[in-house]
Nanobody, 116 residues
Framework: QVQVAESGGGLVQPGGSLRLSCAAS????????MGWYRQAPGKERELVAK???????NYADSAKGRFTISRNFAKDTLYLQMNNLKPEDTAVYYC??????????WGQGTQVTVSS
């Protein structure tokens, strides 16, 4: 069993930056992929970025060049560095951990609001 918990959301002005964190606990060695999803009001949940245990990354087109996903294995923590934020990045951001057995753990989400 894996648990994940996000932190680091908040209110930021357009063009600003935020770093989201996701602390993982439980059966860490069973995690194959970690990632970030987001859901804006009235929209479907979408993948933002993901990273494998060997460091392969994948980004949504909207995140490329502005967001960076990384994982600190020593701290069992996933990060999402978000730069040049836009109002359309406003959403609840969720951390996920996909295990080798196919189970996916979701966090409770953290709100990111980009507004002047």
């Amino acid at each position: 069993q894996v648990q994940v918990a996000e932190s680091g959301g908040g209110l930021v002005q357009p063009g600003g930056s935020l770093r989201l964190s996701c602390a993982a606990s439980g059966s860490i060695v069973s995690i194959a992929v970690m990632g970030w999803y987001r859901q804006a009001p009235g929209k479907e949940r979408e993948l933002v970025a993901k990273i494998t245990t060997v460091g392969d990354t994948n980004y949504a087109d909207s995140a490329k060049g502005r967001f960076t996903i990384s994982r600190n294995f020593a701290k069992d923590t996933l990060y999402l560095q978000m730069n040049n934020l836009k109002p359309e990045d406003t959403a609840v951001y969720y951390c996920i951990a996909l295990q080798y057995n196919g189970l996916t753990s979701w966090g409770q989400g953290t709100q990111v609001t980009v507004s002047s």
